[in-house]
């Protein structure tokens, strides 16, 4: 099993629809956990950081970690074309440990 | 501040030339890695420096594959000899103390995509 796993996708959504993004890890050493959005021919950028358990928004955008599941989220609202990027989940053990990433999932928001 | 700058974008090459991929981290940043990217596996560490220092080099392929950091402000990958299963997107990216040690933000340049015919 890997240590991350994370929907291949792709997935195309209309406008404005809300969007669920879903990682499932299996060490269950990760506490820092993070989404990274890459936009075609870019190199990834951090979108949204959670430490631990629990939900964190920032905007149109909430990260959601359940370590009892081994299982991170992350919903986007009101969905809009520049949202299309490929997003990818990373995690990682303690401080100064190595990021694990997701294969990561191709988003398409259809104006 | 200038982002972390990789050269060429856009590499093509024969099997079994040699390639040589080089990174600028941001400055002030003392940590740097060097991912590769494909289709298949994702995003792959290969390996990181700290301090122009190599502290893991577990995720370098076979031999063929090495990477120096002669200084805080330029690292390089090389290939030799060059393959086709090399062919994917080389991301380096650099991330300083501060930021490891909290959220373990690395800040990725743009890639330099190779293809090994």
């Known amino acids: 099993q890997k240590e991350v796993e994370q929907d291949p996708g792709p997935l195309s959504v209309p406008e404005g629809a809300i969007v669920s993004l879903n990682c499932t890890y299996s060490n269950s050493a990760f506490q820092y956990f993070m989404w990274y959005r890459q936009y075609s021919r870019k190199g990834p950028e951090l979108l949204m950081y959670?430490?631990?358990?629990g939900n964190k928004e920032d905007g149109r955008f909430t990260a959601q970690v359940d370590k009892s599941s081994k299982y991170i989220s992350l919903f986007i609202r009101d969905s809009q074309p520049s949202d299309s990027a490929t997003y990818l989940c990373?995690?990682?053990?303690?401080?100064?440990?190595?990021?694990?990433f997701g294969k990561g999932i191709t988003l398409s928001v259809r104006p | 501040d200038a982002g972390v700058i990789q050269s060429p974008r856009h590499e093509v090459t024969e099997m079994g030339q040699e390639v040589t991929l080089r990174c600028k981290p941001i400055s002030g940043h003392d940590y740097l890695f060097w991912y590769r990217q494909t289709m298949m596996r994702g995003l792959e560490l290969l390996i990181y420096?700290?301090?122009?220092?190599?502290?893991?080099d577990s995720g370098m392929p076979e031999d063929r594959f090495s990477a120096k950091m002669p200084n805080a402000s330029f690292s390089t990958l090389k290939i030799q000899p060059s393959e086709p299963r090399d062919s994917a997107v080389y991301f380096c990216a650099s991330s300083g103390t501060r930021d490891v040690a909290s959220t373990g933000e690395l800040f990725f340049g743009e890639g330099s995509r190779l293809t090994v015919l």
């Open positions: 420096f700290n301090n122009n220092v190599p502290i893991d």
């Open positions: 990373a995690m990682r053990g303690g401080a100064n440990s190595k990021l694990t």
């Open positions: 959670t430490y631990s358990s």
